[in-house]
């Protein structure tokens, strides 16, 4: 890391663990505890050398949310309709 420009992510989850670890010690007044880093990046490092796995994955990166997104009206009638 040293020597080397933050991307994007990992400069979010070095601010969001800035932010939230005073906050922590603060709102946890003992002195026994310790606190660690809460957030860490886990890069992906995984090969799919066949064309096949590659379309597995690419396919289902775009129909998990869209899958979500349309079950949303779903759930919203569901928790209405149970008053």
Do not use: C, H, W
């Not at 932010?19 to 995984?46: C, E, V």
Request: proline letters at 5%; aromatic letters at 8%.
């Amino acid at each position: 890391m040293i020597g080397t420009y933050l991307r994007v992510t990992e400069g979010l989850m070095s601010l969001v663990d800035k932010i939230t670890r005073p906050y922590l010690q603060k709102t946890t007044s003992d002195d026994k505890q310790i606190l660690a880093g809460s957030y860490m990046y886990m890069p992906f490092s995984g090969s799919d050398t066949s064309l096949i796995d590659k379309a597995v994955n690419v396919i289902g990166s775009g129909l998990y949310p869209l899958g979500l997104s349309l079950l949303m009206p779903i759930l919203l009638y569901m928790v209405v309709s149970e008053k």
